[in-house]
Each structure stands twice: as structure tokens, then as C-alpha cells.
């Protein structure tokens, strides 16, 4: 089944630590993108990628860095400089602009609790 | 820079009743994309509906309809015979058109609650 798969679903990180969350898809998507969510804050864009080795900054890019060397794969680490790194993260696809039709497929999530 | 506006933190609406969301969006582009997604407790965001803006007529998505307004900048969505299962988070979101280079850079509104009653 094509789709996109996050992991682990819930993640417990130690202060001061860096913490990398996968996000793998098999839809052939170009663009892939992270967003965080919290309550009453919508979904925020950290960073987002049109193509391989190609990646920019969303809205709230301090504290998180990415890759993306591969098609398929797009992972965030959550950097000690990230100050409130608990929040619930969604790795997201599309096609690209132009290509088909622009609506982004979602994961299931990563739930971070720093502790 | 565009927003996106949902002014109804939650709702509620008894079962097989209709009920409608309202968005509204601030920007300056013409082209553009409107969407409607649903997060239930699972938390997986779905899909419900979208809206091209240069389209004139209103999607609908069997019991899912919106009602695109350009001039207003409002987009909402109505929900008929409301299930159980429609029970969740509904977020707003729109995307310009971007031209060369440009990406597909979703943004949200901050959702609204919606709880179906037996």
C-alpha cells in the first residue's frame, strides 16, 4: 500500500539531547514537509523540500535541521537548541506544483515528550 | 503573507443534522487552493474537500459541501447528515499557486473542534 510512514509514534527524549524522527513515503511524491502541532495553534511549517538535496526553512525552523538525500525520505532531528520541543510532529507529501493535484498526504504522527 | 482564520474553537450538532464551519483567509494572490481537512482522535489528517479558486462552482464530496466565497474570502464547509464519525478536529488550510520555483506551502487555520451528539 502506497503511503507514509512516520516512526516511532511516541518518542521520549532526555533535555540536551538531539532526536532524529523518521518519515519514509512510497507515493513517488517530489515535495515532502514537516509540520509541528499544538493545542490551539493549528499546524506550523518547519521545513519543507521540493526535490532531493534540497530542503528550505518554514516558519519555525530554529531548533530543527533536516536532509533529505533521498526521494523517499525526509527526516528531522529536534536539536537541544529547540526550547519547547514537546509537541506532536506530521511529516507530509504531495506531488509537485504543476504535476497533479496539490493536496499534501499526511503520516500518522510522532508524538515528542521531552522529559 | 496569507492567514488562514477559523473563529469557531468547537461545535457541536446532533446526529443526521447539518451543520457548517466556517473559515475565512486573508491574501493577496488570485490563484490559489482551498482545502478542508479532518484529524479525528487518531490523530491521521484527511483529506475532506478542496477548492480551486478559479473554479466558480462549489465542491461537493457526497455528505461534504463548501461555500466558496472569492470576494468575502470565506470558505466553509457544511456537513449534512452528520455521522458519529465525523466527530474531530477540522482545519482549514490554503495554498497560493506558486509560479517557477515556488512550492506547495500548506497553511493551516487553528481548527475547530466538532463533536457529533447521538
Known amino acids: 500500500d502506497g503511503g507514509i510512514t512516520q516512526s516511532p509514534k511516541y518518542l521520549f527524549r532526555k533535555e540536551g539531547q538531539n532526536v532524529t524522527l523518521s518519515c519514509e513515503q512510497n507515493l513517488n511524491h517530489d515535495a515532502m514537509y514537516w509540520y509541528r502541532q499544538d493545542p490551539g495553534q493549528g499546524l506550523r511549517l518547519i521545513y519543507y523540500s521540493q526535490i532531493v538535496n534540497d530542503f528550505q526553512k518554514g516558519d519555525i525552523a530554529e531548533g530543527y535541521s533536516v536532509s533529505r538525500e533521498k526521494k523517499e525520505s525526509f527526516p528531522l532531528t529536534v536539536t537541544s537548541a529547540q526550547k519547547n520541543p514537546t509537541a506532536f510532529y506530521l511529516c507530509?507529501?504531495?506531488?509537485?506544483?504543476?504535476?497533479?493535484?496539490?493536496?499534501?498526504?499526511f503520516g500518522q504522527g510522532t508524538r515528542l515528550t521531552v522529559v | 503573507a496569507q492567514t488562514v482564520t477559523q473563529s469557531q474553537p468547537e461545535m457541536s450538532v446532533q446526529e443526521a443534522e447539518t451543520v457548517t464551519l466556517s473559515c475565512t483567509y486573508d491574501?493577496?494572490?488570485?490563484?490559489?487552493?482551498l482545502f478542508w481537512y479532518k484529524q479525528p482522535p487518531s490523530r491521521q489528517m484527511i483529506l475532506v474537500i478542496r477548492q480551486e479558486a478559479y473554479k466558480q462552482q462549489n465542491a461537493t464530496e457526497n455528505r461534504f459541501s463548501v461555500n466558496f466565497q472569492k470576494a468575502a474570502k470565506s470558505f466553509s464547509l457544511k456537513i449534512s447528515d452528520s455521522q458519529l464519525g465525523d466527530t474531530a478536529m477540522y482545519f482549514c488550510a490554503f495554498m497560493k499557486l506558486p509560479y517557477g520555483g515556488a512550492t506547495n506551502k500548506l497553511i493551516f487555520g487553528t481548527g475547530t473542534l466538532l463533536a457529533v451528539q447521538p
Open positions: 491574501t493577496s494572490e488570485n490563484n490559489y487552493y
Open positions: 507530509a507529501s504531495s506531488l509537485r506544483t504543476g504535476l497533479g493535484p496539490a493536496e499534501a498526504f
